[in-house]
């Protein structure tokens, strides 16, 4: 049930390889997860690998053997490996020595009931993969809803993006919408909607957080646009007293959502 594989040209190993690229990711709706943490994770969830690999090496944990029993239930295939491979498929000289492969979670605006939580985030344009990956960590941890990609974001099944979630990605819901497709569900969010401006003049701290509440956020560099910052409910700015005169996005959203949950 388990295959042993030493050679880089294994029709497998490529086609894990390529997962590091977009266009092979949207293509066969799968994305790469990296060390036995995560992996878990996963299966803690009900999200079993369709791959799983591990180094030949690899000290075999009793985690390790669920990961192993649990893909092989699920029909999934298990590969051990060399350490040159873990090290072809990852990109890194220092691999994790477990890896695997998963479906991706797709979900929909449609799929998304505004009311089964009380706090929701969406994220305009987002491009950096350690900061989406940290915003739904930290969603997580929170306890919202889930989280929404307006626009042009970058791949929330990017390996950089998954190995910062580390793991929250199959906690919850992460959805990708166009911008107007967000501006046609807008009438469903019924509670509030709070975007952050610098130009705004509420405090994060005392702007209305109607149920069920849906913070937006922009860019670091540019903000909500015009379009998004104009259907939100509220603006509201996170004051700054030092020098610094902005703040990096995944931690001013993680402000904005433990401000909405009343954490």
Not at 176 to 194: H, I, M, P, Q
Not at 195 to 214: E, F, S, V
Request: glycine share 8%; with cysteine; aromatic share 4%.
């Amino acid at each position: 049930m388990i295959k042993q594989v030493t050679s880089l040209t294994n029709q497998t190993v490529k086609d894990i390889r390529a997962l590091h690229m977009r266009k092979e990711r949207e293509a066969t709706g799968q994305f790469l997860a990296e060390g036995l943490k995560i992996i878990i994770d996963a299966l803690d969830q009900g999200f079993a690998p369709q791959i799983l690999v591990y180094g030949k090496d690899t000290d075999y944990h009793p985690l390790l053997k669920r990961a192993i029993d649990e893909t092989i239930k699920a029909d999934g295939e298990v590969l051990e490996v060399t350490r040159e491979i873990l090290e072809k498929i990852s990109r890194k000289d220092n691999p994790q020595m477990v890896v695997a492969v998963f479906a991706q979670i797709a979900k929909s605006l449609s799929d998304i009931d505004p009311a089964s939580n009380d706090v929701w985030v969406a994220l305009e344009q987002i491009r950096d993969p350690g900061n989406l990956g940290t915003i739904i960590r930290t969603a997580d941890a929170a306890g919202i809803g889930g989280v929404i990609l307006i626009g042009d974001c970058v791949d929330p099944f990017s390996v950089e993006t998954v190995r910062a979630t580390m793991g929250s990605i199959f906690a919850l819901p992460v959805v990708k919408c166009t911008r107007e497709a967000f501006l046609a569900d807008r009438k469903r969010w019924t509670g509030s909607v709070v975007g952050t401006l610098l130009t705004a003049t509420h405090n994060h701290r005392t702007a209305p957080y109607a149920r069920p509440t849906l913070i937006v956020m922009g860019t670091e560099q540019s903000g909500l646009t015009p379009e998004i910052a104009a259907t939100c409910d509220t603006n509201v700015k996170i004051p700054m007293k030092g020098r610094a005169d902005s703040l990096n996005l995944s931690v001013a959203t993680g402000i904005m959502i433990y401000a909405a949950a009343g954490l």
